[in-house]
């Protein structure tokens, strides 16, 4: 049987609903973390938990649908685990080819990254740095040499310290992307694509074009 006072009382129902949604994300979400609890589900679509890292050496295995760096589901460490290296990333031969484009959007550190495959894409994005520093990039045969795209995306920069290097990658500077080198840079380094009288203008210019 209809009844008149189902239209307002849905109303009022509906009213009420977006009240407690409105406390629950003025009152209790705050509540919550300043306890230390978890997090309801309707809260956590926001910045995510920061992705384990180790030092341990650590494989690039990708195939997680977002190709980031810091996802440790893209890193197999040498312990069968997952967790973004800080030491040594390998870059090995996958099957799939697309598991091959890694794109880092936070700022990152790597002390080495080793390359015995052809075809990876690295692209670092949104104004973030990307530090190396250690031996840097290891590319054990040319046709192994990575695509390194800096600040083609929104801005960025990679950054060599300490004896870093960028051995023989291809590195593709873009207009508002910087390749920075802090200490010491000898005739015998070389830093991607710059020879001699690039790597002079490297720095004076603190970019490779």
Known sequence: MFSFNQGPQQHRRRVL???IAKWQQC???PTLISLGLAAPAWARTGTQTPFATTNEPATW?????????????????QSGGHAVPL??????NL???ANRSVRDQNNQSIGTLNFT????????????IFTVNATGFVIN???????????????GTIKFTNASTGDV????IASNGTLVHVGSLDDNRNDGRCDRQRRQDLCRQQRCH
Do not use: C, M
Request: no cysteine; aromatic share 10%; net charge negative.
């Open 141 to 155: 045969d040319p046709a192994n040499r990575p695509i390194v795209n800096v600040g083609v995306v929104n801005g």
């Open 169 to 172: 990658a291809k590195f593709v």
């Open 87 to 92: 030491l040594l990333a390998n870059f090995t």
């Open 27 to 29: 009152f209790a979400l």
């Open 61 to 77: 295995i990708g195939g997680t649908g977002t190709d980031q760096w810091n996802n440790q589901n893209n890193w197999q460490t």
């Open 95 to 97: 099957a799939t080819a």
């Open 117 to 128: 495959a052809p075809s990876y894409v690295l692209s670092l994005e949104n104004g973030n």
């Open 17 to 19: 609903g977006l009240a």
